[in-house]
C-alpha cells in the first residue's frame, strides 16, 4: 500500500522547495534588498555608487538601472525587480530608482499585511486596484505642454539631470538637450532619440561640451592628400566597396610572364578608375563608405579631391542618411546624383587630440550630435547616462505633451486620493488599497532622508499643503521646506510616474502570488562550458536540458 513507508519523490534529487510563508518571505526580502540598494541614490541630493567588477573596471552612478545591471544578482525575485528598471529605462530612460524603490515598499507593505492574515489573493486584488485608479489620478493631476515650450522642456530636462555628475554645467548641458530633440522631431511629432548622436572624448570640461547640427563621426579620411575641409558638401553614402572585385569562387590566375602580371594590375587599376570616375561623375565630393576603400581608389579619390571615409558604423550612415538627406547607395552601379545628400561643411579637426569627422551646416537636420567632455573617464560616462536620461524625458515629453510636478507632489496627492478611494471601496480589499497609498509616500520620505531631513517633519507638512489643495507642492530638498514645485520649475514627464507605479505595482503582484519556489540544483558544468548557457538564469534552469549532467 502507498501512504507509509516510502516516500514519493516527483523531482530530480538535489531540487529545493521552499512553500507558503516562507516562500513569501524569502521572495519578499530578496526584493526589499534591492530597492533598498538603490535607495540612498534617489533625489538631487542622492549618492552615488561606485560599482567594481571581477576584472576590476570601475563604474561610478546614480543611475538605478546602471546600478542593477553591474550588480550580478542571482536571486530569482530579486532578478524580477531589476526587470522593474530595465522596463522602466526602456519605455521612459528616467524613473528607474523611483519604479524600484515603489517596488520594494509595495511588498514591505504586502508584508504587514501578510503577517495580519490577510490573503495574498486579496492584496494582489487590492494593488491592482489601487494601481488602476492611480493611473487615472494621475492623469488628472497632469498638465499640458504646448508644443515647443521651450522653457518646460528644459526644466524637464534639468529635473533629470539634478543629482547626476552633471550639476556644475546643468544650464548649458540642458539647452543643448532641448536643441538636439528639437531638432530630430519629424514632421509628425514623434521622436527617436537615436539620432542623437552622443560621443564622449576625454578633456578639456564639461562646458567644452557642444551640439554639431548635424553629425561628428569618429574616423579619419583615407588619405592625407584629401582635403581636410570640404564647403557644399554632395555627399555619397555608399554600402558597397571600392575595391577590386575578389572573385566569388576559388580561382587561380596563374601568370607567367611579368607582361602577364602587368596586364593584369593594369586591369585592376581600370576597374578600380572607373568605380571612382563613376562616384566622380555623380559630382560627389565626399564619401562615406560603410566597407573599404583600396589603396589604389583612395589615391585617385585623392586626386580628384574628393573627401572619402571607409568602414562607417551602419549606425553612421543611417543618421547620416538623416542628417544631410542622402540615400544609402548599396552598389557602385546606383551611384548618381539623385542620390548625394548635402552639407554646408565636412572637416576633419582634432578634439581633445584625435581626429574626429564634423558634417556641419545642414539643412533642416533629423540628426545632430552632441559632443561631451569632462576630465576623465568615469566623469564622461556618468555625464552620458545623465545626457541620454534628459534626452529621453525631453522626447517623451515632446510626445506625449502632459508633465508632473516632481518632488514628490504627485506621490503625496495619489496617497491622499487612493486613502479616499479605499474608504469608498471597503472590505479587505480596502486595507490593501491603503498600503498602497501609504506605500507610495516612500518617494518624498525617502527624498527627505536623501537630504539629511526630518522625514516625518516633511511627510506631515507635504501632507498638510496637498488636503488645503496645493496639488503641486513637493519637497524642496534645498530650503527643507514644502513648495510648489511646479513654480520652482521641478517637473517630470507623466509618463515616468505613470510607468513606475504600474511596473512596480505588477512585480509586486507578481512576487505576492507565489506561494511555492521548487528550484533545481545549480548543474555542475562539464569543463569548458561557457559560464552563460543563455535563457537558463532566471530560476535556475528548472528541469532544463537533461542529460547534461
Ligand atoms: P530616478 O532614477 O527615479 O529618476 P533620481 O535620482 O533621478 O531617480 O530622482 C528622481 C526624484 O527626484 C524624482 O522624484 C524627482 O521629482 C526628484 N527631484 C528631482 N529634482 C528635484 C529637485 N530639484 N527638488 C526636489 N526633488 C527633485
Ligand atoms: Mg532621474
Redesign the pocket.
Known amino acids: 500500500m502507498s501512504g507509509q513507508g516510502q516516500p514519493i519523490f516527483i523531482l530530480r534529487e538535489g531540487t529545493s522547495r521552499t512553500r507558503g510563508r516562507d516562500a513569501q518571505g524569502n521572495n519578499i526580502a530578496a526584493a526589499k534588498a534591492v530597492a533598498a540598494a538603490v535607495r540612498t541614490?534617489?533625489?538631487?541630493k542622492?549618492m552615488d555608487k561606485m560599482l567594481v567588477d571581477t576584472i576590476g573596471d570601475v563604474v561610478i552612478t546614480?543611475?538605478?538601472v546602471t546600478i542593477l545591471k553591474e550588480m550580478d544578482i542571482e536571486h530569482p525575485a530579486a532578478k524580477m525587480m531589476v526587470e522593474i528598471a530595465k522596463t522602466q529605462d526602456d519605455e521612459v530612460g528616467?524613473?528607474?530608482?523611483?519604479?524600484v524603490v515603489v517596488g520594494g515598499e509595495l511588498l514591505k507593505k504586502a508584508e504587514d499585511l501578510l503577517e495580519q492574515d490577510v490573503h495574498p489573493t486579496v492584496i494582489a486584488q487590492g494593488y491592482r486596484q489601487a494601481a488602476q485608479k492611480a493611473q487615472e489620478i494621475l492623469r488628472d493631476i497632469a498638465f499640458d505642454v504646448k508644443p515647443g515650450d521651450i522653457d518646460i522642456l528644459t526644466r524637464i530636462a534639468e529635473?533629470?539631470m539634478?543629482?547626476k555628475g552633471a550639476e556644475v554645467s546643468k544650464e548649458k548641458l540642458c539647452d543643448l538637450i532641448v536643441k538636439a530633440i528639437t531638432m530630430i522631431t519629424d514632421e509628425d511629432g514623434t521622436v527617436d532619440t537615436e539620432n542623437v548622436k552622443v560621443e564622449k572624448k576625454v578633456g578639456g570640461s564639461i562646458e567644452d561640451s557642444e551640439i554639431i547640427e548635424g553629425m561628428i563621426i569618429d574616423k579619419e579620411r583615407v588619405h592625407p592628400g584629401m582635403p581636410k575641409l570640404v564647403k557644399d558638401a554632395k555627399i555619397l553614402l555608399l554600402n558597397a566597396a571600392i575595391e577590386f572585385k575578389k572573385t566569388e569562387v576559388d580561382a587561380e590566375i596563374s601568370i607567367t610572364s611579368p607582361d602577364q602580371l602587368q596586364m593584369f594590375l593594369d586591369e585592376e587599376e581600370k576597374m578600380i578608375k572607373a568605380i571612382v570616375n563613376k562616384v566622380i561623375a555623380s559630382g560627389a565630393n565626399v564619401v562615406f563608405c560603410q566597407k573599404g576603400i583600396d589603396d589604389i581608389a583612395q589615391h585617385y579619390l585623392a586626386k580628384a579631391g574628393i573627401f572619402a571615409v571607409r568602414r562607417v558604423k551602419k549606425s553612421d550612415m543611417e543618421k547620416l542618411a538623416r542628417a544631410t538627406g542622402a540615400a544609402l547607395v548599396s552598389s557602385i552601379d546606383a551611384i548618381s546624383s539623385e542620390e548625394l545628400g548635402k552639407a554646408g561643411k565636412i572637416e576633419e579637426r582634432k578634439v581633445s587630440g584625435e581626429e574626429m569627422i564634423f558634417v556641419e551646416e545642414c539643412l533642416n537636420p533629423k540628426a545632430v550630435s552632441i559632443i561631451i567632455k569632462g576630465g576623465t573617464d568615469h566623469v564622461v560616462d556618468e555625464l552620458e547616462r545623465a545626457i541620454e536620461d534628459a534626452l529621453r524625458v525631453v522626447a517623451v515629453v515632446v510626445e506625449d505633451k502632459k508633465v508632473v510636478a516632481?518632488?514628490?507632489a504627485p506621490e503625496i496627492e495619489l496617497s491622499l486620493r487612493l486613502r479616499d478611494y479605499a474608504s469608498s471601496v471597503g472590505g479587505r480589499a480596502q486595507l490593501a488599497i491603503e498600503a498602497f497609498a501609504s506605500a507610495l509616500e516612500i518617494?518624498p520620505r525617502t527624498?527627505a532622508e536623501n537630504a539629511g531631513l526630518d522625514p516625518i517633519d516633511m511627510l506631515v507638512e507635504l501632507r498638510a499643503a496637498h488636503e488645503q489643495g496645493h496639488k503641486t507642492y513637493?519637497?524642496?530638498?534645498y530650503q527643507a521646506k514644502a513648495t510648489d514645485?511646479k513654480a520652482a520649475g521641478?517637473v517630470?514627464p507623466l509618463r515616468v510616474k505613470t510607468q513606475a507605479i504600474s511596473s512596480a505595482a505588477e512585480v509586486a503582484v507578481m512576487i505576492l502570488r507565489i506561494d511555492d519556489v521548487i528550484a533545481a540544483s545549480k548543474m555542475s558544468r562539464p569543463e569548458g562550458m561557457p559560464d552563460d548557457m543563455g535563457g537558463m538564469g532566471g530560476m535556475g534552469g528548472m528541469g532544463g536540458m537533461p542529460g547534461m549532467m
Open positions: 541614490t534617489l533625489g538631487p542622492g546614480n543611475d538605478g528616467d524613473g528607474t530608482t523611483t519604479a529635473t533629470a539634478t543629482g516632481g518632488g514628490g518617494i527624498l513637493g519637497l524642496d530638498v514645485m521641478v517630470e
